[in-house]
């Protein structure tokens, strides 16, 4: 029984050390996401606007696995938190529509709708 509880404990310690390097690598996976599907409007590749829209989604996910108040340290912002990122998987989803209906200029004024979500949650994280 002790040893399960050292075992448990361990990983807690090492979830929370974690959270930083998991937020670090899926902000890169966002932005990366960004700029595959920018580069997708720019070169006309629809099927790199995709590429990009997967790289948000898949990204996106990690809220539904890392307890928000590990960055927010439980301030009032976890709930408004949880709600863009909510968003976002919307957002995202939504365009990907658009870009498969080939309505390519609404989907790129959705595009800015995704980027203002990325501002909206960094805003209540950073004060901003
Ligand atoms: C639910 C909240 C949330 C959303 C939504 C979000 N981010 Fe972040 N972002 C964070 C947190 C938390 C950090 C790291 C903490 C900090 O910088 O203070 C961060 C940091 C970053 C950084 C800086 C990383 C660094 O090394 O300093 C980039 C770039 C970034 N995010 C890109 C994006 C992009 C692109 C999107 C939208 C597709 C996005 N983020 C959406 C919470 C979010």
Redesign the pocket.
Known sequence: MKKVLLTLSTLATFAMADTKAT??DT?AS??K??NTIQKGFLYNQKATILEGTDI?LEANSI?SKVDVQS?THGSKATQV?SN??GN?TNNVKELKKMVNANKFADASKQYGK?MN??VA??TV??KW
């Open positions: 937020i670090n902000m966002m932005e996401g960004m948000i809220f960055f938190i863009i990122n976002i995704v979500d990325c949650c960094h994280i950073r």
